[in-house]
């Protein structure tokens, strides 16, 4: 008859445990959508971008934008409070990974930096425009990694992995290699505010859902598309000293001004890893077009396919750090040379500078 309470008592116990744990699960729950209410201070770029496509909480939403392309209003359902705070959060994300604009207090669980080790990365840095780049006169730009025209495309055929992804993973994806990070759960509020900022984009252009537009993806350029003449890296080295190391330094280590990074790594522990399709080394064709079409900023359009493919050659040879594809080996490799290059690189440039007379003054 003594094993009738025991057993009881472990019923009891296990009922208690688990109980406890759903009610510190509602808990949980219950902060999160407390913190969702919270209304969203923006950063300067995404007030910009969301003041000029009107976003507000009403019954129907009209996009200035498209008034002003086509002429005519197009009226479609309208955007919640709730909606309009997430669409906020997600253009915070994409435009400040690191929180650096918009980090205060509970508004910490909205900004990414948990999940990526690097302090320059931020999804606009290569999704420029906040996502959604146009011209001064509000064209949209081809192949300029618009992330509206991505969420249109909804599951996307991948050619580097063979799969259809739906647009969160892709994100992870980001995550994991552009942004050398971890990736959040699928159902993380980043992954889903992102999503709904990068809908609230397509809409806002008027993009029907299932249709291939040409800003989504990178405009890329192949071998094909130059002189042949190889790609090389001495002349990267030497278009990239003359056109980029102001802003991206010498070694692509980036420029930090007063904390705030004012030029991102494009190198070095800072910067995105092997894996990322940016890295030359694993896909040859995105990173020219990148440069090519973005880069120097402020004269973008001034280097030709042959010298995107020297530098991006050239930037791929500096270390940087492993991708998870690559193991531990690799891994600590890239943080030895991390570690001994730029000091060695540095000491062999005074050298160098005292020894040649007729070293190009720059
Ligand atoms: C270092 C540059 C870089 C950073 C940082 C970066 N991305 Fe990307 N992203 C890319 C490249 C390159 C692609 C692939 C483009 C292609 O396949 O043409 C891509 C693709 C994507 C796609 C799929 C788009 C498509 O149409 O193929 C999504 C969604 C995305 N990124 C979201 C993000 C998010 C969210 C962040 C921030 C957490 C981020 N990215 C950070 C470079 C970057
Ligand atoms: C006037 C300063 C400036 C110059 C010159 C410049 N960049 Fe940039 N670059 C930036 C800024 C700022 C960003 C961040 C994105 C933005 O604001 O457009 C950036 C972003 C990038 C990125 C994406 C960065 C990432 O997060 O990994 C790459 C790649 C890049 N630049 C390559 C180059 C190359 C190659 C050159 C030389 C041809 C160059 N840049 C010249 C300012 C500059």
Partial sequence: MAALPAKLLKVTLIVLVLGGMYLLALNKHAERDQLRKISVDLTPSCKEKLQGYALAAAEHYRSPYVRKMSGAWSTIRGYSEDDVRAIQRGCNIVDDLQGNLANSGARERWNADRFVRGTH??????????????????????????????????????????????????????????????????????????????????????????????????????????????????????????????????????????????????????????????????????????????MPLGQEGSLDNQECRDIGYYLSTLPRPAGDKQGPLVAAWQQLMMTVMPPLTRYAESLGSKDTPHAPAD
């Fill in 121 to 294: 990365t931020t999804c606009a840095n290569c999704h420029q425009g906040v996502g959604d780049k146009q011209d001064a006169v509000g064209n949209r730009l081809v192949g300029s990694n618009s992330l509206g025209a991505s969420w249109a495309m909804a599951d996307m055929y991948d050619r580097f992995t063979g799969l259809l992804l739906p647009h969160e993973l892709r994100q992870m994806q980001c995550y994991i290699n552009s942004s050398n990070g971890f990736k959040p759960n699928a159902a993380d509020d980043l992954i889903r505010d992102v999503t709904a900022y990068s809908r609230f984009l397509s809409a806002a252009v008027d993009l029907k859902i299932g249709n291939r537009y040409p800003e989504q993806g990178m405009d890329e350029i192949p071998a094909s598309a130059t002189r042949r003449r190889g790609d090389d890296y001495v002349r990267g080295a030497q278009v990239y000293r003359e056109r980029c190391a102001s802003c991206h330094g010498p070694q692509g280590l980036g420029t930090i001004v007063q904390g705030r990074v004012l030029y991102p790594a494009l190198a070095g522990p800072q910067s995105f890893s092997l894996d990322s399709r940016m890295n030359f080394a694993a896909v040859n064709t995105i990173m020219p077009g990148f440069i090519c079409r973005n």
